[in-house]
């Protein structure tokens, strides 16, 4: 890792001008880091080229788990470990199981997937966020383009390129 | 790229931008409190206070304390936990069904209605807990561990274990999708924090927030994480009453051995939770100023879903009248027959008033846009509904089958007692949550407000 990341940051103040910017940015060859928004613009994943997030696979293998593991653990514990009489109905019946499992199903297939989530998005408590301009958060898109993958790209370069894409303001932004 | 009707009215009015959303939300976070908010709190920590004396009596004493006797063994406890779960189905009907369904008007009031959520199941999960006697035993007592005072486990076959299960599941499910939603307003909060110089308070809410930056990634990986919590928690909702709604089904009490029960009770949780959200929502619109993203729309809508809500708990009580003559099963017919003239008449005709009648006031438009008459229906829409569990529960079992049993509940002042803690828990968490927490969920009112102003 080098100590000095410098990088260049568009600001974009509206959603249809970011996603038009977005592709002509991509289409001069330029990879943008990543496009920080306050709020979920829709298109955003298709023009920057995302692959669609894998975490309904993670949510459904969860909720399996739950599934099994709600349907075993009272078989065992009803059926085999301590089998009691009760109004003289089966030890191992599955329809009275059914809400336990339904319930341990959608536990763990929310925990499972919110955990996942965190996981993948790097999201800590104690994290402090590498921040390209501060009002991403509140009305700004904003676009980071990192000078070390862009080599051939001087800043100039890239500041005109984004303020002809849209770009209210173009800044220069370096971390230590 | 969203289709905009000309002819729908907008979802947040007074020509708000996205930078606005921000400052009228986190206004309220950053803000010393105001002195209504000091004497709301004020009055809910007396509530509290009282109320946790009334609690430490009950744990000394034991429940005998209560009004319980041998044949009503269940009365204002169950009442209270009932009413409480009901209240608790709106935030995550709101939040899951209608984002499902792509209501956008749920937007502006799905953060108060989730937070109300969880702080009304967490006082529907003290009776229980309270009713076990020893609370410090009831949180393992439920759950299924090898036992060490002989090895036994917990009795799947029965509902009151469904119980714990759908209602603990329910509760961290809806904490979650809850804290889920709130994590980038957090981050709002923060960023303003550090423009404003605040260094604290900027350092919390970037823990609360766990570091939230808005990358596109992480915006379409939790779009998706809350497409399918939505998912989960829609039959999650509809389960928990349901089974709530066994706890009496499947016992052989009259009054209580009905299948219509568990699409009544879930109904009666609609209608009773959208009444504490209208309740609390239009406090909060008053207090923080937020007329403009709270709308007479979005009260409007909400009382229709009263009407719908409330005319099915109607038809089901019919229906449950009809059914006992019927049937031709004396109990049953017994049972209802007592109900409607027996020395309960004036609980059950108050029921009857309050969630027959009353909702349907708000076919006329006045009513249901008149924010006046609304809050004072959705409090007597409570009181309706808090006197259906009491009906249900109390006047089937104060007839039991040996007349020689017959007798009536009176409740004690550790009954009314216990119900007041929970009153204090309710308020106090939820001024705790309108002071600290944003109250209306700022990330979505701004994708909302770009795709409603600019294109019109």
């Known amino acids: 890792m080098e100590s000095d990341k410098h990088f260049v940051v568009g600001i974009f103040d509206n959603e249809d001008v970011l996603l038009s910017g977005i592709k002509k940015v991509r289409d001069s060859g330029i990879k943008i880091l990543e496009v920080y928004s306050p709020f979920p613009v829709h298109g955003i994943e298709e023009a920057l080229g995302y692959k669609r997030s894998r975490l309904p696979i993670a949510a459904f293998l969860f909720g399996l788990t739950g599934t099994s593991l709600g349907l075993l653990m009272q078989i065992w514990m009803m059926g085999y470990d301590w089998p009691m009489i009760i109004g003289g109905k089966n030890f191992a019946s599955l329809p009275p199981f059914i809400p336990v499992i339904f319930e341990l199903t959608v536990l763990l297939s929310a925990l499972g997937m919110v955990g996942t989530f965190m996981i993948v998005s790097d999201m800590k408590p104690y994290k402090w966020p590498r921040q390209f301009d501060i009002r991403s958060t509140d009305d700004k898109h904003v676009m980071a383009i990192d000078l070390d993958v862009n080599a051939g790209k001087s800043k100039d370069e890239l500041?005109?390129?984004?303020?002809?894409?849209g770009a209210s303001e173009a800044n220069e932004k370096s971390f230590d | 790229m969203q289709a905009t009707s000309a002819l729908r009215e907008p979802l947040v009015t007074g020509g708000k931008t996205v930078k606005d959303v921000s400052h009228d939300i986190s206004r309220q976070v950053e803000g010393k409190p105001t002195k209504l908010w000091l004497m709301a709190m004020a009055v809910s920590l007396v509530l509290l206070l009282w109320g946790a004396y009334c609690c430490a009596m009950l744990l000394w004493h034991g429940i005998g304390v209560w009004g319980l006797n041998k044949t009503v063994g269940w009365a204002w406890d169950i009442t209270n936990f009932v009413w409480w779960v009901g209240i608790g189905h709106a935030g995550t009907l709101i939040s899951a069904i209608l984002l499902l369904f792509r209501q956008r008007w749920r937007m502006s009031i799905n953060r108060a209605a989730e937070a109300m959520t969880i702080?009304?199941?967490?006082?529907?999960?003290?009776?229980?807990?309270?009713?076990?006697?020893?609370?410090?035993?009831?949180?393992?007592?439920?759950?299924?561990?090898?036992?060490?005072?002989?090895?036994?486990?917990?009795?799947?076959?029965?509902?009151?274990?469904w119980d714990v299960f759908a209602v603990s599941t329910y509760f961290i499910v809806s904490l979650v999708f809850w804290y889920v939603g709130l994590i980038p307003d957090f981050a709002v909060i923060r960023d303003r924090a550090v423009v404003q110089g605040n260094n604290i308070r900027a350092q919390v809410y970037n823990a609360l927030s766990f570091g939230w930056q808005g990358g596109a990634k992480t915006w379409m990986r939790y779009e998706s994480v809350a497409l399918i919590l939505a998912g989960l928690s829609t039959p999650l909702v509809l389960s928990v009453h349901t089974i709530v709604s066994m706890d009496f089904a499947t016992s052989v009490v009259?009054?209580?051995?009905?299948?219509?029960?568990?699409?009544?009770?879930?109904?009666?949780?609609?209608?009773?939770?959208?009444?504490?959200?209208?309740?609390?929502?239009?406090?909060?619109?008053?207090?923080?100023?937020?007329?403009?993203?709270?709308?007479?729309?979005?009260?409007?809508?909400?009382?229709?879903?009263?009407?719908?809500?409330?005319?099915?708990?109607?038809?089901?009580?019919?229906t449950e009248l009809f059914i006992a003559w019927y049937s031709g099963v004396e109990y049953e017919g017994y049972a209802f027959y007592n109900r409607v003239s027996g020395p309960y008449a004036w609980a059950y005709w108050s029921m009857m008033t309050c969630n027959v009648i009353s909702p349907q006031l708000f076919w006329i438009k006045k009513i249901r846009t008149s924010l006046v008459a609304t809050f004072v229906l959705s409090i007597v829409v409570n009181i309706g509904m808090w006197f259906e569990r009491f009906v249900i529960i109390v006047t089937s079992l104060h007839r039991d089958y040996i007349p020689s049993s017959w007798t009536m509940f009176y409740p004690t002042m550790y009954d009314i007692g216990q119900y007041i803690f929970t009153f204090g828990i309710f308020f106090t968490a939820y001024f705790l949550f309108s002071k600290f927490f944003p109250v209306v969920n700022m990330a979505e009112v701004k994708s909302i407000i770009r795709s409603t102003s600019e294109k019109s």
């Open chain 2, 119 to 161: 702080f009304a199941v967490i006082c529907a999960a003290s009776f229980p807990l309270f009713h076990m006697g020893r609370l410090w035993l009831g949180f393992y007592w439920v759950l299924p561990l090898p036992n060490a005072f002989g090895s036994l486990w917990v009795n799947f076959n029965s509902p009151l274990l």
């Open chain 1, 159 to 165: 500041k005109r390129l984004l303020k002809d894409s």
């Open chain 2, 254 to 318: 009259p009054g209580w051995h009905t299948t219509i029960f568990p699409p009544y009770f879930v109904a009666g949780a609609i209608f009773s939770g959208f009444a504490m959200v209208l309740t609390l929502v239009l406090v909060t619109r008053k207090v923080f100023h937020l007329e403009d993203y709270i709308t007479i729309g979005h009260v409007e809508l909400m009382n229709i879903i009263i009407i719908v809500t409330g005319s099915i708990v109607g038809i089901a009580y019919i």
